[in-house]
């Protein structure tokens, strides 16, 4: 771990750019964010073969590394017929099956993955072999293993790029043990007009995407105002980054993945707005080019 980097304390100023001490002590760590190299190289294999998957990403707020892989579900229909088992619900069967898809343990080359965004508006549904994606990426694919009763990535892709990134042998070094419960999730994702970076996930929106109470984030301090976090959130997706969070996150990007975004004259309209998980409720989202 670099010096005078630590495990942070909870939760974190929703202004990054802002006069606090907190805000401050986090700008001094700019220099630090970085993507990992091994998943800087993931990312060129999949622009080099013109690939269209979408990368489930993670920061590490302890030396402030941000990890993106190629994401790829596998159904609970295709873990019964190939594994003999299907994850029900939030047991063992779950993590059981987490573990054998991050450690690739004897995985069949006929098991069928299935690639999509993890968003309400996606970019279309594929359906590849093992075979063919390993020839790609290799260990590089994050295979992720769908819920029975509640089938799809939503919640369920970032707790398993966590165990991704545990066991694969080309990163290094490892984060902290309990680095998950600092980390901060987005996700790249891409449609006919091109790549865009999304900024939801359960991870910032409740400590280790453990969210014990839902009207209230226990990663990013309240807002400010009495009563606009709930007014706010009846409107926008609570899991999203805050905007200044959200905006350095595109920077370090574009930096590293050699991408480029449009820069506004009015830094309001930085972000472009989709829907979420519901027709009432929208996430920002940023387009690389």
């Known amino acids: 771990m670099p010096p005078g980097v630590g495990p942070r304390s909870q939760p974190l100023p929703r202004k990054l750019l802002g006069n606090t001490a907190e805000a401050q002590a986090l700008q001094a760590q700019f220099g630090l964010w970085k993507v990992d190299p091994y998943c800087q ?4 294999t999949n622009r080099y073969r013109r690939r269209r998957d979408t990368f489930i990403g993670l920061m590490d707020t302890d030396t402030w590394t941000l990890y993106l892989a190629p994401c790829f579900g596998v159904t609970a229909d295709e873990c ?30 006929h098991l069928e993955i299935v690639a999509s965004s993890p968003a309400i508006e996606d970019d279309g549904t594929r359906q590849y072999r093992w ?33 991704w990134i545990k066991h694969s042998d080309d990163i290094a070094p490892k984060p902290a043990q309990d680095w998950l419960f600092r980390a901060l999730g987005f996700a790249i994702q891409l449609d ?4 865009y970076v ?7 929106h409740g400590a280790g995407s453990q969210v014990s109470d839902p009207g209230k984030s226990t990663v990013f301090a309240r807002r400010s105002i009495k009563g606009q976090l709930d007014e706010l959130d009846k409107k926008r997706d609570p899991r999203d980054l ?21 820069q506004p004259e009015n830094d309001k309209d930085f972000f472009d707005i989709m829907l979420a998980r519901g027709d009432n409720q929208t996430t920002k989202f940023k387009r690389l080019t």
């Not at 805050?242 to 449009?262: G, I, T």
């Open 41 to 44: 190289a993931l990312w060129v």
């Open 80 to 109: 019964e017929r190939c594994f003999g088992k299907s994850a029900t619900n939030k047991d063992g069967t779950l993590l059981e099956l987490r573990v054998r898809l991050a450690t690739f343990d004897r995985l069949p080359d």
């Open 131 to 163: 075979s063919e994606v390993k020839g790609v990426y290799g260990k590089g694919a994050c295979l992720v293993p769908f819920y029975r009763a509640k089938p799809g990535f939503d919640g369920n892709s970032h707790p398993t790029l966590g165990l």
């Open 192 to 195: 006919n007009l091109g790549y």
């Open 198 to 204: 999304r900024f939801g996930s359960g991870f910032n």
């Open 242 to 262: 805050p905007k200044q969070w959200a905006q350095k996150l595109v920077e370090v990007l574009a930096r590293d993945l050699h991408m480029s975004y449009f």
